[in-house]
C-alpha cells in the first residue's frame, strides 16, 4: 500500500497482507500497521508496527527515524527516554535479531549516500 499525503495525529493506516509505503512521512500520534514491512521516505512520528500478523522478517525503514514506539511482530520498544544519538532524526532500519532464546529489536542507522 502506498500513503502519498501526510499522516497527521489520530490518523490510522494499517496495510492487510502486505508492506506499507509512506511518500510524505508521519506525525506523532498517527499510527501505522503493516502485515509486512513499514517504509518512511520522511519524517517517522507516533507509532509504527510492522509485521502485525507474525512476521518475524518484516522491517522498518525511515529516512527520518524519530517514532513514539516501533514494533515487529509483537517485539517493542518505546522511546520515553529518547531515541538513540546515532539514528535520532537520521535514516534507520528496525528489525529482529535472534538471540539466545528469544528475540529483539535491532536499531542500525543506515547509510544512503
Do not use: W
Not at 5 to 11: D, K, M, V
Not at 29 to 53: K, N, T, W
Not at 60 to 85: D, K, L, M, Y
Amino acid at each position: 500500500m502506498f500513503v502519498d499525503r501526510p499522516l497527521r495525529s489520530g490518523q490510522q493506516v494499517y496495510a492487510r497482507g502486505g508492506d506499507l509505503v509512506l511518500f510524505a512521512g508521519m506525525s506523532n500520534g498517527a499510527e501505522v500497521i503493516a502485515d509486512g514491512s513499514i517504509h518512511c521516505y520522511g519524517p517517522l512520528r507516533g507509532r509504527a508496527i510492522a509485521g502485525a500478523q507474525g512476521d518475524a522478517s518484516a522491517r522498518i525503514v525511515s529516512t527520518n527515524f524519530g517514532p513514539e514506539i516501533v514494533s515487529i511482530a509483537g517485539i517493542f520498544r518505546t522511546f520515553e527516554q529518547g531515541i538513540p544519538e546515532a539514528v535520532a532524526g537520521r535514516a534507520a532500519l528496525v528489525r529482529l535479531i535472534a538471540s539466545e532464546s528469544d528475540y529483539k529489536l535491532g536499531i542500525e542507522p543506515l547509510q544512503l549516500d
